[in-house]
């Protein structure tokens, strides 16, 4: 993990389209407390990474991030507020490249889709 005790995974489904995940953001980490002090918001950068480290864990594989398109951010996640959040990736491999599609929301409500290319790490 590469932002340790940033969150934790509560549970995984593993399927044949890939993975659904629920996960924890622990609040308290550190990173809130710059992103922003009175008004804490779960930082992008740190979703991409949460997102391929499931795909990595799912895979067995490392990965280095190749691409990412169709980025939309569509809500803030307020850890405060929306601690338990949904991941739903949809991963296929294609000539070594490994894509992946996701979805993340909490409740109701969808704040993130992505669509992201990895390759593998040697």
């Known amino acids: 993990m590469l932002i340790e005790g940033l969150y ?36 992008g950068v740190c979703m991409i990474q949460m997102i391929k480290e499931l795909t990595e864990q799912n895979l067995n594989q490392k990965l ?32 070594g490249i490994i894509k992946v599609k996701n979805v993340t929301s909490y409740d109701d409500t969808v704040a993130l889709k992505l669509n992201a290319t990895f390759k593998k790490q040697h």
Do not use: C, R, W, Y
């Open 64 to 95: 280095f991030l190749n691409k990412a398109s169709n980025v939309k951010f569509m809500a803030i996640i307020n850890p405060e507020v929306n601690a338990l959040i949904d991941l739903a990736l949809t991963i296929s491999e294609e000539d």
């Open 8 to 43: 934790t995974v509560q549970t995984i489904e593993k399927n044949e389209q890939g993975v659904k995940a629920k996960v924890k953001i622990h609040k308290e980490h550190e990173v809130f407390k710059g992103h922003f002090p009175d008004s804490p918001v779960m930082p």
